[in-house]
């Protein structure tokens, strides 16, 4: 009786300690101590970052513009996690472009502002874009308008883009031109200004202008007594842009009459 007993105490000793094994545990001076499992899950010593938008701001120096001019767009970014400015990534100046976003510039964030100059060819809607990285996620600015008012530098512009185009009656463009078909199209495209296809009821458009004081992209209208006959652009000392004649091309040549009017449209 005595042997079995303890034969019987062995066999649960040895049993206890298959399955103190088989749970990852081990019995030490009479306590229980846990020790890790081969098979258990690595533990995550750091929580995952979670990207965020940074916080933009944007300033335009100008919303309204005359031709030519410069406007200055600065962008300052601020990271919301911990309220420090954003010194990594890029940024990028675009406009709307037939409904697309186009990039004109892209500069990098190593202060936390970026400033653009931009030279807007036409009015249209501008932002800025941050790029992204670690912990910020890309975002725009919202849209804004930036308009650009004609100007004479502007209507000489759209003149001279057309250097060299041949003179026939009664085309209007954009290859072909006679005299007040020329001026229709230039007006209408650098301007938004329509004008008749016909030098005698061009005169009567725009604002009058006295001849000492006229500024290059006026429009001159020479005439025979009051009616008139022939159409140019002022482009300043003594020239102006025009379509002359059949067998010749638009040009840049000499107010040759002092018999005309001056009229003003931008």
């Known amino acids: 009786m005595h042997e079995r007993s303890s034969s019987r105490g062995r066999r649960t000793s040895v049993g206890t300690g298959t399955v103190a094994l088989s749970l990852g ?10 020790t890790p499992a081969a098979s258990a899950a ?3 010593t750091a929580a995952a970052v979670k990207s965020v938008k940074p916080k933009q701001t ?3 120096s100008k919303r309204t513009v ?17 309220g420090k400015k954003v010194v990594y990534g890029s940024v990028r100046l675009q406009s709307k472009i037939n409904g697309k976003w ?11 502002t970026v400033s653009f100059t931009t030279k807007p060819g036409t009015s249209s809607w501008y932002r800025t874009y941050y790029t992204g990285t670690k912990g910020l996620t890309p975002a725009a600015t919202k849209a804004v308008k930036i308009k650009v008012k004609a100007s ?20 209007s463009g954009p290859k072909r031109f006679d005299c007040s078909g020329y001026t229709m199209y230039v007006y209408r495209k650098a301007a938004g200004k329509k004008l008749p296809h016909k030098a005698n009821s061009q005169q009567r458009y725009g604002s009058s202008v006295s001849k000492s004081k006229k500024k290059a992209g006026d429009l001159l209208v020479f005439r025979s007594g ?9 482009a300043g000392g003594g020239y102006m842009w025009a379509a002359p004649h059949t067998g010749s091309s638009v040009k840049k040549q000499k107010v040759y009459s002092s018999n005309y009017v001056v009229r003003r449209m931008v």
Not at 25 to 34: K, N
Not at 102 to 110: A, D, G, I, L, N
Not at 152 to 171: N, S, T
Not at 226 to 234: A, Q
Request: aromatic fraction near 10%; charge should be positive; include cysteine.
């Open 25 to 34: 545990l081990c019995l030490c001076a009479g306590q229980l101590v846990a």
């Open 66 to 82: 005359a031709w030519g001019s410069s406007v200055k767009v600065t962008t300052k970014l601020i990271d919301p996690k911990n």
């Open 226 to 234: 009051s009616y008139g006959t022939h159409v140019g652009i002022y």
């Open 102 to 112: 186009k990039t004109w510039q892209t500069k990098r964030t190593r202060t936390g």
């Open 152 to 171: 004479g530098a502007k209507i000489l512009a759209e003149a001279k883009r057309h250097k060299g185009a041949p003179y026939r009656f009664g085309a």
């Open 58 to 60: 944007v300033k335009y």
């Open 42 to 44: 690595p533990v995550t």
